[in-house]
């Protein structure tokens, strides 16, 4: 995990937020999406081909809430039907 994006412990200030989304471009890199289970705020985050082979990517991560962004009306709804199911079907730290 990049400094600053992994927070040990909960707080007014982090937030658990669930992969919905992960795709790869076609330049090789992987496009992850994680989201509150509300769907209202995400966070993008992308690796490169090197990250992902030293990296493993969970079903959720916790992060500054100041990190995330605003989610699209578009998107809301997928967001947190797909947030919620992997908080229903995984540990937050289950690979994924």
Request: charged letters at 35%.
């Amino acid at each position: 995990m990049p400094p600053g994006l992994q927070v040990t412990g909960m707080t007014d200030t982090t937030k658990r937020i669930w992969l919905v989304d992960r795709v790869y471009s076609d330049k090789g890199m992987l496009n992850l999406v994680y989201a509150t289970t509300d769907g209202q705020r995400h966070l993008r985050k992308q690796l490169s081909e090197q990250m992902v082979m030293r990296t493993d990517v969970t079903a959720a991560i916790k992060v500054d809430a100041d990190r995330l962004e605003p989610t699209r009306d578009d998107e809301r709804d997928r967001y947190a039907e797909a947030a919620s199911k992997t908080a229903r079907t995984h540990d937050p730290d289950e690979t994924v």
